[in-house]
């Protein structure tokens, strides 16, 4: 419905930041999209960091942001939060390609 679509607007546009790094990671497919000067490469390693081919989900563990979700190109981006200050999770449903919190 149309108010759902608006709750889903609301929720990107009430975490700018988190959009914008959801955006950056699946551009840049890579996990760590900083320049060599900012952080070194260890270069053997470095392939599992990419996200090439995107992939349909990520889940990104940052304790500093409360819980977030956001969908870039076809790859939805979730932030559970931190689980030790309030118990709450993330449930991702492949079939559906669906995020939610607990």
């Given at each position: 419905?149309?108010?759902?679509?608006?709750?889903?607007?609301?929720?990107?546009?009430?975490?700018?930041?988190?959009?914008?790094?959801?955006?950056?990671?699946?551009?840049?497919?890579?996990?760590?999209?900083?320049?060599?000067?900012?952080?070194?490469?260890?270069w053997?390693?470095?392939?599992?960091?990419?996200?090439?081919?995107?992939?349909?989900?990520?889940?990104?563990?940052?304790r500093?942001?409360?819980?977030?979700?956001?969908?870039?190109?076809?790859?939805?981006?979730?932030?559970?939060?931190?689980?030790?200050?309030?118990?709450?999770?993330?449930?991702?449903r492949?079939?559906?390609?669906?995020?939610?919190?607990?």
């Amino acid at each position: 419905t149309m108010e759902e679509e608006e709750e889903e607007v609301s929720e990107w546009e009430r975490r700018p930041l988190f959009r914008h790094l959801a955006a950056t990671l699946v551009q840049q497919a890579h996990l760590c999209p900083l320049p060599i000067a900012q952080l070194p490469v260890y270069w053997e390693h470095d392939h599992s960091l990419w996200l090439y081919p995107a992939p349909h989900c990520v889940v990104l563990g940052d304790r500093t942001e409360q819980q977030a979700l956001a969908k870039f190109e076809d790859t939805e981006l979730v932030n559970p939060g931190c689980f030790a200050d309030d118990g709450s999770f993330a449930v991702y449903r492949p079939a559906t390609r669906e995020g939610e919190f607990s």
